[in-house]
């Protein structure tokens, strides 16, 4: 399977904390993507990290990629209630999504 | 620009019948990718179609088929309906220019299968 791993499976964290989710994956790859999933919703992008890419922002969002290692990490910074959700990774090539991290912050 | 249609919303079904989702992609996509997800296996890719081809397929029985038109809307069919097909099934379109690669999500078809 090339499907890609988050680990923890599931965090909880008080507001202001800073949550940080691990994703692992099999293959090489060109880009990697996070993506979050509110309950029973659909899911939302959040980044994309090219391959030759190290680190990359988004407000709160910080993302690094090892692709020696084939592991990607999301940090959200100062968290709040509303981050509460499901967050996956996903490698673009082959649109294999990991099992994702439950993430639960509690005000 | 409207976003990704799935329909039904939601759908009871009893073991042995069929059933046909629909998902309208956002305008100008085309490229639509079809995932199921249930709370005991995740998110598992079923088949991605580009301008009615078929690209890639995931690891599902031959009762899990889809196709996609000329107008790039897409349909997925279950067929000879087992309990353990009740799921979330999320249908994403994405423009595939260039290597952005994002892909945008509808709000899914919620089947429940008795």
């Known amino acids: 399977s090339q499907q890609g791993e988050e680990d923890p499976q599931a965090l909880s964290i008080q507001e202001g904390e800073n949550a940080t989710m691990n994703c692992s994956y099999k293959t090489s790859i060109n880009n990697l993507q996070w993506y979050r999933q509110n309950s029973g919703r659909g899911l939302v992008h959040l980044i994309l990290?090219?391959?030759?890419?190290r680190e990359k922002h988004s407000g709160r969002l910080r993302v690094t990629l090892d692709t020696s290692k084939k592991s990607s990490s999301l940090l959200i910074t100062a968290s709040r209630a509303a981050d509460t959700a499901s967050y996956f990774c996903a490698t673009f090539d082959k649109l294999i999504f990991g099992t994702g991290t439950r993430l639960q912050v509690f005000p | 620009k409207a976003g990704v249609t799935q329909t039904p919303r939601y759908l009871i079904k009893t073991r042995g019948q069929q059933v046909t989702l629909s998902c309208s992609p956002i305008s100008g996509h085309r490229s639509v990718s079809w995932y199921q997800q249930t709370p005991g296996q995740g998110l598992q890719f079923l088949f991605e179609?580009?301008?009615?081809?078929?690209?890639n397929k995931g690891n599902f029985p031959g009762r899990f088929s889809g196709r996609q038109f000329s107008n790039s809307r897409s349909e997925m069919n279950v067929s000879t309906l087992e309990l353990g097909d009740s799921a979330l099934y999320l249908c994403a379109s994405s423009s595939r220019t260039g290597d952005s690669g994002e892909l945008f999500f509808g709000e899914g078809s919620r089947l429940t299968v008795l």
């Open positions: 990290i090219r391959s030759n890419e």
């Open positions: 179609y580009f301008s009615e081809t078929q690209r």
